[in-house]
């Protein structure tokens, strides 16, 4: 597949799940309701206000992350990724990441399914991985620049 074929279809399927999960956080209220009809669901019937809270606040630092990928994409179309701005979004990605872990280890209160403690592990390791990639991408700025001022 050619760079650019993948360059587009990340870039739309970034904006697919940004929007997307705009509506799908905003339609919540209505959707846990429906699901917890439709399915039987006791967890959701049973604590409706919490769960409809919880996924909320989820939705939210799922957006914030897509967003902060957009952006980070935008510096990749523009054939410049070592720039600070990159850096605080890696660091931002990796603080939203372990802000899930925690809300997903406070929702195994609620109820605990036998995903809760890999998705809690997964979103640990996105957010160490972030964090390590934002001090890499730090110091390949450092070099940039230095790099730039010798030219």
Same mark, same amino acid.
């Given at each position: 597949?050619?760079?650019? *074929?993948?360059?587009? #279809?990340?870039?739309?399927?970034?904006?697919?799940?940004?929007? &997307? =999960? @705009?509506?799908?956080?905003? &339609?919540? %209220?209505?959707?846990?309701?429906?699901? =917890?009809?439709?399915?039987? $669901?006791?967890?959701? !019937?049973?604590?409706? !206000?919490?769960?409809?809270?919880? $996924?909320? #606040?989820?939705?939210?630092?799922?957006?914030?992350?897509?967003?902060?990928?957009?952006? @980070?994409?935008?510096?990749?179309?523009?054939?410049?990724?070592?720039?600070?701005?990159? +850096?605080?979004?890696?660091?931002? @990605?990796?603080?939203?990441?372990?802000? #899930?872990?925690? #809300?997903?280890?406070?929702?195994?209160?609620?109820?605990? *399914?036998?995903? @809760? %403690?890999?998705?809690?592990?997964?979103?640990?390791?996105?957010?160490?991985?972030?964090?390590?990639?934002?001090?890499?991408?730090?110091?390949?700025?450092?070099?940039? +620049?230095?790099?730039?001022?010798?030219?």
């Amino acid at each position: 597949m050619k760079k650019e *074929t993948v360059v587009l #279809i990340t870039k739309y399927l970034l904006d697919f799940m940004f929007f &997307s =999960g @705009m509506v799908v956080t905003v &339609s919540l %209220p209505w959707t846990v309701k429906w699901l =917890g009809e439709l399915f039987q $669901y006791d967890n959701f !019937r049973d604590n409706y !206000r919490e769960v409809v809270i919880i $996924y909320f #606040i989820l939705g939210i630092l799922a957006i914030l992350i897509i967003g902060e990928l957009r952006k @980070m994409f935008r510096t990749v179309l523009a054939d410049d990724c070592f720039v600070k701005e990159n +850096v605080v979004s890696l660091q931002r @990605m990796g603080t939203y990441s372990f802000i #899930i872990a925690a #809300i997903c280890f406070i929702r195994t209160m609620l109820y605990l *399914t036998v995903a @809760m %403690p890999v998705l809690i592990l997964v979103f640990i390791i996105a957010g160490l991985f972030s964090k390590v990639l934002a001090f890499v991408f730090d110091k390949a700025v450092e070099y940039k +620049v230095e790099n730039d001022f010798t030219i």
